[in-house]
């Protein structure tokens, strides 16, 4: 059940997840956990929270906006803007209009895909940093990203660790005035 005053992160009572349907994580933990998918628990996310802002400004290209908001959470817990395209016709929209220092793509995603998406940037000489996700776990997928113009691949779900990890090298240092 989902409701408004649920606990977070969802306890597993018999067999039910007891939701808050403001809280973001915990509705991709829940939906995860009965896909029979791993997902960092309260004590990891507080772990979690630690991580240092990244100040970083992401295209992101998905186009299933559960995915969206998730990655849209994610992001902004680890102190990045977002604009998000449905599709890699919208990416490419974006990014001739905007600036951006990374780009995060989805690898499947109807009418132009990542794979497509990637290529075309390069082709623009577009220098930024190119992440691809995919569902897809199946050996050789990292290799296609790369050959497309990708920086690095993360297969979803991936924990907020492992998002933090692909995007630091990339992050941008704030100085603070003494």
């Known amino acids: 059940p989902a409701s408004s005053n649920a606990s977070s992160p969802p306890p597993d009572e018999a067999g ?3 939701v808050n349907l403001n809280h973001l994580s915990a509705i991709h933990q829940a939906v995860s956990q009965a896909q029979g998918l791993w997902v960092a628990r309260a ?5 979690q929270r630690d991580l240092k802002k990244l100040n970083l400004h992401l295209l992101v290209a998905e186009d299933n ?3 969206q908001l998730i990655l849209r959470d994610q992001l902004e817990e ?23 220092d990374v780009v995060l793509t989805d690898v499947n995603m109807p009418h132009i895909n990542g794979y ?11 220098p930024l940093p190119i992440i691809g996700a995919t569902a ?9 990203c790369l050959a497309a113009g990708m920086n690095h691949c993360l297969v979803k779900p991936f924990a907020l660790r492992a998002l933090f990890n ?3 090298p990339y992050a941008r240092i704030i100085h603070e005035a003494p």
Do not use: K, P
């Open 16 to 18: 039910a997840w007891h």
């Open 136 to 144: 897809n776990a199946m050996r050789g997928e990292a290799d296609l």
């Open 78 to 100: 680890l102190g990045c803007t977002v604009e998000l395209a449905a599709d890699g016709h919208e990416a490419l929209q974006l990014y001739t209009a905007g600036t951006f």
């Open 166 to 168: 692909s995007l630091a």
């Open 116 to 126: 497509e998406l990637a290529r075309e940037l390069r082709r623009q000489g577009c």
């Open 65 to 67: 906006i559960i995915n």
């Open 43 to 47: 004590d990891e996310q507080t772990r």
